[in-house]
């Protein structure tokens, strides 16, 4: 993951509440390509709104992107107001052009794991995809991306 929002420590009491809940001071970015779907497990960025680029293995033709965040159910609070909710994808070429995939929303009422279609034909491959999260679900102080999936075919095929 590159190019990020900055990821979210917490402030002294906040900090200590998440730690409890098994959040470090502040997961890494990277935390979002792991399989690992547990309280806690999650890239945390400051307010509502913030965005990451991951770079691909190789270069493809993106088809559909799946986002995970935990269920009320599993959730040590009992809600999940920093899911994120509305929320674009781009693709990002080498000089840093995005080229705008989809805007979709994740919700929170259905399953953990959303996959969303990419909206129009792609004139192109992209190695660098950038996931820019608009809001969240009513958290005032932080969101939690807990996995994003890119799928799609390698440029070679």
Known sequence: AERTSKSYGGQDTMSWWLSLFGFSSA???E???QLRIAPGSCW??????????????????PTAFTIWHISE????????????KEFAVSGV????AETLLGTFT??????IAQTFHVQK?????????KFQVQSNWGNPEYTCVYRV??????ASH
């Not at 945390?44 to 033709?61: D, K, Y």
């Not at 599993?74 to 920093?82: A, N």
């Not at 034909?121 to 995809?129: D, G, M, S, W």
């Open 44 to 61: 945390a960025f400051q307010g509502s709104r913030g965005h990451v680029v991951v770079r691909l293995p190789e270069q493809i033709w």
């Open 121 to 129: 034909e792609l004139p192109r491959t992209f190695r660098y995809i």
């Open 93 to 96: 070429d080498e000089a840093a």
């Open 149 to 154: 999936q890119v799928h799609g075919k390698t």
């Open 106 to 111: 994740y919700d929170v009422h259905k399953e």
């Open 27 to 29: 997961n890494p970015p």
């Open 73 to 84: 159910a599993v959730s040590p609070s009992g809600e999940v107001s920093s899911a994120p």
């Open 31 to 33: 935390t979002i390509l």
